[in-house]
């Protein structure tokens, strides 16, 4: 009773939950035009979810699994019948691969049908540890191309499943997440997940994980200002995130307007929707904001915008430590993975824009000095 | 669809939401607090204490009220300056002797006897004023010292001729008549002398270049000495004028009590300090009027006159007061504080809007809006040499003429548009444009209303007011955003202001509230007057007359409709619809070399901001919470120029989708078989070749006949 007054009293005001408080790019995070700046080392239509197995960097587009680092270009390895929602590789050469259609399949290596499969409503990311596949799947009832839908309508019935591949049983381990999006493995053996509508980080610490689910812990990444997907581990101990979209003061305030909401959904094309979006700007029905008007043909960098291209570097305890930028005006929006692998002998950091459709490489040293 | 349309739809059809915004806005929404507990005062006392208002009383109340109200004058005339004047109660009692041993001593005529009391009250607020003023001591410290001398002063003199005073009776009519007279019995003289001042002080204050003077040294000293303002004598002269105040009120309290008591004029400083707050006057300097004065120091005494009749004891009275000025300096501080934000978070009030559904616009629908790049390789002119040329115009030479930001109208020389001067300096943003049939330029100023350049580029007033609406809260007699314009044969210049809630750098927010808070406007040649011809329309922005000479077309941005008004023959007065689904934002409409007509479209419509429209109340929260940068917007980064005819049909599109030359259109005029393309935010011009068009076809010739030539 008093927490629906206070509801109301909030809203009115617009304080509390109500409030459209949008977190500052500050400090690590402070703005720079590093992601533009970068070599684009390939373009490849809706690249996604790079990985390195080791000798070979293998990333997604739509329904074909490339070889992104062959010599003679991407090349196509396999295609499925679906969208390829999710990868991931081990050691010993296997592939793992999510599909759009709500599968998840493991294909060992040489061959070309998978060894197995299981049935994951929405496989957002995986991660092979040991004998394990850990799966995130962002929804029970969006696809993985329905993220848009799933945040508009407040979704959080994602889940963390746990397929032993030796005995081939799952598990769930952690349900109710906001979208989780990105798996990683800690020093301690926990699993690091990324959750994107909560716009945080959280943690499933190891042990206890036979029997029934755990509760995801708290980590001190929290509040960022845009929509955490992927991560990847540096090759230091700490970890690379991609931050697929912005966090905007109009789509923080339009996900509390209910009624504009679902009327927004129920008549509207998504690509139309006040929604963040992975490249925005690119037709002229899709919603604009004050600060987006162009002036003297200029666009500029600060403009609020629902698309953005960022990486951020964690250290061992996820602070952010630096950052990668694609602004407003930029070019190389909606980064939704990375892979560290080797180029030219050094390690480099392959960075993934689902949004603009383009892949750029920074040496890990050099991303870290700036 | 949604039965909540219906609703909204009436609601605010009903209920105006922008008056609030309106009131806020006025100066003297400072008056409504002191007014409204005025009112109640008043009325609470009438029901609560009978006989409290009988004519008696209310006779006693206007002899109080003129002493108090010159006094709290006094005292509000050195706050607006920036002061405070604590020995007014002080200089009460010195005028107060002064006058008594005038009259009842000296036996001097009344008059003499006012003259060197006022000389008294000169002379102790000139000692305040040379001190604060020019020896620029503190005036707290320093009148507070003052008060005391005086009354030492006051206490001296007293002892040595109270007794003399009081044992005389002046044998003077005029002084018993100043002091219980009253006119037709009924009202005391000293009221009308003291509302007599109390009128001039309001006009000397508000119109007049010392009121003006003392609110701007109140406001801001150091601005006002930037401006030229002679600070310090101001300051002086605010002190001279509260002891001269100050001493009429005393002299009328002499002619009315003859009192010798050593309480006169004691803690005065103190009630008339609450009046002053009470009434809204600002402490820090800079606000407050006479009508504020006068209210507080009603409400100072009735309260005190109530409080008396009640029964209460003087220690409680003067609690009671103390608690008062505590909670009117609370509250004057609050609202000072809050009134602009308030202002802000209610301003902008939307009202809904239902458009009609979007033609496709999709290169493959066939729809005659299709997208298509026809314009991605229009040649550029000037680019980086102009900034916002909303319109653009070519005279017979082929000369081509634009506005800018800057407040200038550019001319390119023709015909090959690569050089270019300063035309004329208008001191406001250029927007449309026309030539009349002497040749001179006529052209929309942005802020400023329609300005005429003549061919040697001499600039002059049209006109920048038209008729007062009669349901309008804010004076919208001024023009703040005339837009475009045209002129009819008979020389009448019909144009468009496109919002007068809005100005340039906020124009894209009228589309927030979609409210019709524009209008059509005509300047009259014969009589030179100007009279709104067609009220509260949804942004009107282009204006073209037709080729009949009788009517005109106009575009109504937000509505994204088209109409036609006949303003001669036998349709005179009549407005109707040509266009009402355009799918982008209509702007600039001219005429084309086939007979038929292009148009602007700014931007274009989106299914968000259409949605929007639909829930007013969705947006009146936006515009709330929302930084006013995140706010959602018309999308003006694409536009197009359509081409129509006399029945309302599309018959060609014009676009630039990968919005590299020209992606922005608020205008375009066809020259010679070329379209010349302007944009409001753009940094160039454009120059479209159109395929098949006459290439002799000048747009002027068609208003003047091929005669016509800007003269030299």
């Known amino acids: ?370 | 669809m949604f039965r909540t349309d219906l609703y909204r739809k009436w609601r605010y059809r009903l209920i105006p939401d922008h008056v609030l915004g309106e009131i806020l806005s006025k100066r003297w929404i400072d008056n409504a607090i002191p007014f409204s507990v005025l009112t109640v005062l008043v009325v609470s006392l009438y029901f609560s204490l009978p006989g409290f208002f009988d004519a008696y009383a209310v006779g006693e109340y206007s002899r109080q009220f003129a002493e108090l109200g010159l006094v709290t004058l006094a005292m509000t005339i050195v706050m607006l300056g920036g002061g405070i004047d604590l020995s007014v109660g002080s200089i009460f009692a010195i005028a107060n002797f002064v006058a008594l041993y005038c009259v009842h001593v000296l036996s001097l005529d009344p008059l003499l006897a006012l003259v060197v009391t006022l000389a008294a009250g000169i002379g102790c607020g000139a000692l305040n004023g040379v001190l604060i003023g020019y020896f620029k001591m503190r005036a707290f410290l320093t009148t507070l010292v003052t008060l005391i001398i005086f009354r030492a002063v006051v206490d001296m003199l007293l002892l040595r001729y109270s007794l003399e005073i009081s044992s005389v009776f002046p044998d003077s009519e005029l002084w018993a008549q100043i002091g219980d007279g009253a006119l037709f019995d009924t009202v005391p003289y000293t009221f009308l002398i003291a509302a007599t001042i109390l009128v001039v002080a309001h006009i000397v204050i508000s119109r007049m270049r010392p009121g003006w003077h003392l609110m701007a040294v109140g406001g801001s000293r150091r601005s006002a000495y930037n401006a030229g303002i002679k600070v310090r004598r101001t300051v002086f002269f605010t002190y001279v004028a509260s002891g001269t105040l100050t001493a009429m009120a005393a002299y009328m309290y002499a002619a009315r009590l003859a009192s010798t008591g050593a309480e006169t004029g004691k803690g005065m400083e103190l009630v008339v300090l609450t009046a002053a707050i009470l009434g809204g006057t600002s402490l820090g300097g800079g606000r407050g009027s006479v009508a504020k004065a006068v209210f507080g120091s009603l409400i100072v005494l009735l309260l005190s006159n109530a409080l008396v009749q009640f029964g209460i004891q003087g220690g409680a009275t003067a609690l009671i007061f103390g608690l008062i000025l505590l909670a009117s300096v609370i509250i004057e501080v609050r609202w000072s504080k809050n009134r602009g934000k308030i202002l802000n978070k209610v301003y902008v009030s939307p009202t809904y809007v239902r458009l009609p559904d979007s033609p496709p616009t999709e290169a493959d629908s066939g729809s005659p809006y299709a997208v298509n790049d026809k314009l991605r390789r229009v040649d550029v002119i000037g680019l980086g040499q102009i900034e916002g040329p909303e319109d653009v115009i070519l005279d017979s030479d082929g000369n081509l003429y634009c506005g800018t930001r800057h407040g200038d109208i550019v001319r390119f020389f023709g015909p090959d548009h690569t050089r270019h001067e300063i035309f004329a300096h208008t001191g406001g943003h250029p927007l449309g444009m026309a030539f009349d049939r002497d040749g001179n330029l006529v052209s929309c100023v942005s802020g400023m209303g329609v300005y005429k350049v003549d061919p040697a580029g001499n600039v002059s007033k049209v006109t920048d007011q038209t008729n007062r609406s009669w349901t309008s809260i804010i004076d919208d007699s001024r023009l703040s955003l005339a837009d475009d314009l045209d002129i009819a044969p008979d020389g009448r210049i019909f144009f468009s202001e496109a919002t007068k809630r809005f100005d340039l750098e906020t124009w894209p927010v009228d589309v927030i509230e979609s409210r019709g808070n524009g209008r059509i406007v005509c300047w009259y040649p014969d009589s030179g007057k100007t009279r709104t011809v067609l009220p509260s329309l949804r942004f009107p922005n282009g204006i073209c007359i037709a080729l009949d000479g009788q009517s005109l077309f106009f575009a109504e941005t937000w509505a994204c409709r088209i109409s036609r008004y006949w303003f001669d023959g036998p349709k005179a007065g009549k407005v109707e619809i040509l266009i009402d689904n355009l799918p982008g934002y209509p702007d600039n409409i001219n005429r084309a070399s086939d007979g038929n007509y292009w148009l602007a479209l700014v931007g274009m419509r989106g299914p968000a901001i259409d949605l929007a429209l639909q829930m007013p109340d969705f947006r009146k929260r936006m515009s709330q919470r929302v930084a006013s940068s995140n706010w959602l917007f018309p999308n003006i980064n694409t536009g197009c120029v359509v081409k129509f005819n006399e029945q309302g049909e599309i018959l060609d599109a014009l676009w630039d989708l990968g919005g590299v030359n020209h992606p922005m259109v608020t205008s375009m005029r066809e020259h010679q078989g070329y379209l010349y393309l302007g944009g409001i935010y753009n940094n160039r011009i454009g120059k479209y070749k159109i395929p098949g068009a006459d290439p002799d076809w000048q747009g002027v010739a068609t208003y003047w006949g091929p005669d016509w030539r800007a003269k030299k």
């Open chain 1, 1 to 370: 009773m008093m927490t629906a007054l206070r509801q109301q009293i909030d809203r009115f005001f617009g304080r509390g939950d109500a409030s459209v408080f949008v977190p500052v790019m500050d400090g690590a995070l402070k703005p720079n035009e590093i992601l533009d700046t970068l070599e684009a080392a390939l373009e490849v239509e809706g690249v996604d979810n790079l990985v390195s197995s080791g000798s070979r960097l293998l990333a997604s587009s739509g329904s074909t699994l490339l070889h992104l680092d062959a010599s003679g270009g991407p090349c196509p390895i396999h295609q499925f019948p679906d969208p390829i929602s999710a990868l991931a590789t081990d050691n010993s050469g296997r592939i793992a691969v999510g599909l759009a259609s709500g599968r998840v399949a493991v294909i060992e290596q040489g061959q070309s049908q998978p060894a197995a499969e299981i049935s994951i409503p929405c496989p957002t990311a995986l991660l092979f540890d040991e004998g394990d596949l850990w799966i995130a799947s962002g929804s029970q009832s969006n696809g993985p191309e329905q993220w848009q839908r799933d945040l508009m309508t407040l979704g959080k019935s994602g889940a963390i499943h746990r397929w032993d591949t030796r005995s081939d049983t799952t598990s769930e381990i952690a349900r109710g997440l906001a979208w989780p999006y990105g798996l990683a493995r800690m020093d301690d053996g926990a699993i690091l997940v990324s959750e994107s509508w909560r716009h945080r980080l959280v943690r499933l610490p190891p042990g206890n994980r036979r029997d029934g689910v755990i509760r995801p812990e708290e980590t001190p990444l929290a509040g960022l200002p845009g929509y955490p997907a992927r991560i990847v581990p540096d090759s230091g101990g700490g970890f690379w995130l991609a931050i697929f979209a912005p966090r905007n003061q109009l789509i923080e305030f339009v996900l509390r307007e209910t009624e504009y909401r679902q009327r927004m959904i129920a008549s509207m094309k998504p690509e139309f929707w006040i929604a963040p979006c992975l490249r925005s700007g690119s037709d002229f029905r899709e919603p604009l904001q004050g600060g987006g008007v162009k002036q003297m043909g200029v666009l500029k960098p600060w403009a609020p915008t629902r698309s953005y291209g960022l990486v951020v570097h964690l250290d061992k305890h996820l602070e952010p430590t630096a950052s990668l930028h694609s602004r407003a005006n930029g070019h190389v929006h909606g980064v939704t993975s990375m892979a560290l692998h080797g180029r030219n002998g050094a390690p480099h950091l392959w960075i993934g824009a689902k949004g603009d459709g383009v892949v750029v490489v920074v040496p890990e040293k050099g991303a870290l000095d700036d």
